[in-house]
């Protein structure tokens, strides 16, 4: 029969843990803190604990850092009343097994201890401890959030590659720097690329850097974001967007770190983690996606969604307050909103996602004077006719409306075909990339209106 300690200042958990793992078949051993889990450890063999994060007399997280040492192979189930991304991934990266919310779902707790008693618990970790610094604008406690911290805990023990999903605006590149940040790769630089905002004849001088003269304009050599990166982490940002012939150069770079400057046949090596990003589909499964095959399984070795705002509601009081916190000047510049205001906000489908919520409470802080925000100080929904897709007015002799009425229309139907995809897009439209991304700024295509 397998032994699970449990390990809970409160007496109550306690008590009904002990009652639900036993009636489960399980021999339960129950600690009120850290020194009674000390001494029960010390007298029982133990298959699994359940470790609660704040106990009265000791830190949980310190806890679980020893119990890596002294029982490696001990799966160790991290439970917690807060909403604390900083410690989720600092657990996941010291090496839990999983990390709960209270209360308990008491079904996906049994499933829970039921697969760690399967499960053989990975090695001591070697690494150096996290540093406790949160990180900026990151913010979240809904359960969709937690995944993303525990995913962030998990990839910042690792140096494999990292894909990180999801819609435009959510916080992707936050994502990419947290893993970053509490990874052991943290002083080392963090070089981040927007492949989608560069020409693509560009793009390899900027990854790779290229030899005076190898090209016209190449006055001197440049280092190319890789050599930059050196030791640390570089962010490729729409990773979709990149052409097949730099695909294929990438995939060499990930499978044997090695790559040329444009205009040199010199190997160079390059111990930089790659984190890439996209708000596309990149699944070859998927019709219409370019990303080859072998490239999306190397890159996506840890892949991290990133949800939608529309998908964790609750976060979004969090990060108003949080915004407003950091905008402040001084404790008495601080902003307040309504509660009224506040559901309204919540109720928002926000398209846009975190950057979208942004701009609209800057905006509210900004043309409002008032000390608690209303309502009607926030402007939500699309702006303008342009970003709203109406026609002009059939009476008008507008030339200019006209053309650019027709020309939004023509974008929009060649990304809706494209599924998206804006370097196809281009292609259907018979114009280079950057002149489509050019357009879509003068015309309005808002980032919800492509797919």
Known sequence: MPTVLVVDDERAIR????????????????????????????QSEVDCVLLDIRLKDGDGLELLGELRRTHPRVPVIMATAYGDSDRAIGAMK??????????????ALLSTVARALRTVAAAPSQQKPAREEPVPALIGSSPRMLEVWKAIGRAAASDAPVLITGESGTGKELVARAV????????????????????????????????????????ARREGRFELADR???????????????????????????????????????????????????DPRTPGVTLREDLFY?????????PPLRERRADVPLLVEGYLRRRAKSPGDRRAVSEAAMKRLVAHDWPGNVRELMHVVERACVMSPAEVLDADDFELGPAGAARAGASPDPESLDLRAAVEALERDFVLRALRRAQG???????????????????MKQLGVAPDEEG
């Open 232 to 282: 640390g982490t570089i962010f490729l940002d729409e990773i979709g967007d990149l052409d097949q012939p730099l695909q294929t150069k990438l995939l060499r770079v990930l499978q044997e770190g090695t790559f040329e400057r444009v205009g040199s046949a010199t190997p160079l090596s390059t111990r930089a983690r790659v984190i890439a990003a996209t708000s596309r589909p990149v």
């Open 298 to 306: 190397r890159l996506g070795v840890i892949r991290i969604e990133v």
């Open 94 to 107: 010291a090496g839990a097994f999983e990390y709960l919310t209270k209360p308990f779902d008491f079904d």
């Open 180 to 219: 970053h940040e509490h990874g052991d790769r943290r002083d080392e630089p963090f070089v981040a690329v927007n492949l989608a905002a560069l020409p693509p004849t560009l793009i390899e001088s900027e990854l790779f850097g290229h030899e005076k003269g190898a090209f016209t304009g190449a006055a």
């Open 15 to 42: 008590e009904g843990l002990v009652r639900a793992i036993g009636s489960a078949g399980h021999r339960v051993v129950a600690a009120a803190g850290v020194r009674d889990a000390r001494e029960a450890l010390r």
């Open 421 to 439: 995809n804006r370097a196809e897009a281009a292609r259907l439209l018979g114009i280079a990339r950057p002149q489509l991304y050019a357009k």
